[in-house]
């Protein structure tokens, strides 16, 4: 596994790359359904749990972190550009339980 961070502070950036030694179709399936994301999505001690997940265009998946003390972070990404086993982009924001985004949280594209 390889990763690379190009950081651009000045417009508060930073692009993540990461390759995997694993087939394309695992990976992508890694990224794209939500029973698996759930599997390896959240820092441990905390879990992840979907709410929903719409992979597409437009399409979203609603998340919580579960803690260990039964703290609960929802988090919500809704899907801007998705270029089918290759790249997919949008927005992740931190919301509630209704997946209504919390304003006065930044969001990460």
């Known amino acids: 596994m390889k990763t ?27 990224w794209t359904t939500a029973e698996i994301l759930e599997l390896w999505w959240a820092p441990k001690p905390f879990k992840a749990k979907s709410a929903s997940m ?15 003390n039964g703290e609960a972070f929802w988090g919500l990404t809704v899907y801007e550009h998705i270029d089918a086993m290759q790249s997919f982009s949008g927005l992740d924001y931190f919301c509630d339980e209704n997946a209504v985004p919390i304003a006065s949280l930044p969001a990460t594209q």
């Open 54 to 68: 719409d992979f597409s265009e437009g399409g979203s998946w609603h998340y919580c972190m579960l803690g260990p």
């Open 4 to 30: 690379q961070f190009d950081k651009d502070p000045e417009h508060l950036k930073m692009r993540v790359t990461r390759s995997f030694d694993a087939p394309q179709a695992l990976v992508w399936k890694a």
